[in-house]
């Protein structure tokens, strides 16, 4: 047996099988390259969702997280730590907010802007204990808890989880005349995502989200964004909403806010929401530790200079300028917004995934026939271009 063979048969005995990889072991990483445990390398055109989104190893990343290794990584929240105040400050002010609550993953962020959403309701809008009710959207995708998966639409992630957690309106992404019919005095908070990912980079319809937002202001109902995977520059600006010039009420991040290091989460929020917390009604022993929250800093830093913002929309526009002119005989659409795209193809994308592999190049499929493609903000256009070649090489 190869070395490959060796460790996916490990993998595959003993492991759940909660996920369906491509055949490849990664063994190694740098910028947006990866190498297999054979030596042979791939460019990453996924990014771990977003979670690379400044590259593998980037050095500032790297150097940031070393740093803080020599010094100390774990305190849990019984005591501050000099990484702490810094942090959420800097975060605060880079999503125009007061206030962040630090945890550690994705689906922990979202759970914990749920529970904020529900507490402000009570406590500030006044909603009959028992009674608030928060709109989700059909397409969905914000973790895998029992109470995330109770608003999926979603078999794979629902089915054979229930009884589901009450408190949920679900209806269909860019319906603003759903939303509406949907709202009532007990709403506490729309949940949305700017952009689908998962749901295979669904773009919402022009003016969407400014509805959602007026909808939200009329109604005294907070506008939650989920930016997990659209924001931190995925899309060619800081956060996903802002190509509408709207502004939520609360922000969710993860995935690149962890610089592909560790998980780093956080909702953030202004002090009239998050000030709703007192001690002891929330936590986390991992949550804005002095690892995470040094890493988070360097991460906001690069985001302050505007530069990947840039990159994300300037090769972003290429990219889908090349995405366009693919065969329409194969492809249905190609969907997304900077440096992120779901092509929408005739067949199944599973194929399509495998032959890239084989091309030495690495994207995963969502939903059987969407390819969904997000190379970290670092790839150079030249490699971009190289691995548009073996799309088109993959199609035909």
Excluded at 122 to 133: S, T, W
Excluded at 207 to 228: K, Q, S
Aim: contains cysteine; charged residues 25%.
């Amino acid at each position: 047996m190869t070395p490959t063979e060796q460790l996916r048969a490990m993998s595959e005995e003993h492991s759940a099988h909660n996920y369906h990889p491509l055949p490849i072991v990664v063994a190694g990483a740098e910028g947006a390259w990866l190498t297999d445990v054979e030596g042979r390398r791939y460019l990453d055109m996924l990014a771990a969702y977003s979670a690379v989104n400044f590259g593998h190893r980037n050095p500032r990343l790297v150097a940031a997280a070393r740093r803080q290794l020599e010094r100390v990584t774990l305190v849990s929240r019984a005591f501050d730590h000099d990484q702490f105040g810094p942090f959420v400050t800097e975060l605060a002010e880079l999503c125009g907010k007061d206030m962040v609550l630090p945890m550690n993953s994705g689906a922990e962020a979202v759970e914990t802007a749920l529970k904020t959403a529900r507490k402000w309701g009570y406590e500030v809008k006044g909603v009959p204990a028992g009674e608030a009710n928060i709109i989700t959207f059909e397409g969905n995708f914000h973790g895998r808890t029992t109470t995330i998966v109770s608003f999926s639409t979603d078999p794979d992630a629902r089915d054979s989880y229930g009884p589901y957690t009450p408190g949920f309106r679900t209806v269909p992404y860019g319906d603003v005349d759903a939303l509406k019919s949907a709202m009532d005095a007990s709403t506490v908070g729309v949940l949305i995502e700017p952009i689908q990912g998962e749901a295979g980079v669904n773009v919402p319809p022009s003016g969407f989200l400014r509805a959602v937002r007026e909808l939200c202001t009329a109604n005294g109902t907070l506008m939650i964004a989920d930016e997990i995977q659209s924001g931190l520059g995925r899309t060619g600006t800081t956060f996903a909403v802002e190509h509408e010039d709207v502004v939520p009420d609360v922000y969710i991040l993860g995935k690149a806010l962890g610089g592909g290091i560790m998980p780093v989460s956080a909702v953030v929020a202004d002090r009239d929401v998050l000030g709703v917390f007192k001690p002891g009604q929330h936590g986390s022993t991992f949550g804005g530790n002095p690892l995470a929250c040094a890493i988070g800093r360097e991460v906001i830093a690069m985001l302050r200079t505007g530069e990947y913002q840039e990159r994300s929309r300037a090769l972003g526009a290429h990219m889908h300028e090349r995405l366009g002119r693919l065969d329409s005989g194969l492809v249905r659409e190609v969907r997304g917004r900077g440096l992120w795209a779901g092509v929408e193809l005739r067949g199944k994308a599973r194929p399509v995934s495998e032959r890239l592999m084989e091309l030495g190049v690495l994207a995963k499929e969502t939903h059987d026939t969407t390819l969904r493609l997000a190379p970290p903000l670092i790839v150079e256009r030249e490699d971009l271009d190289w691995a548009l070649d073996q799309l088109e090489n993959a199609l035909g």
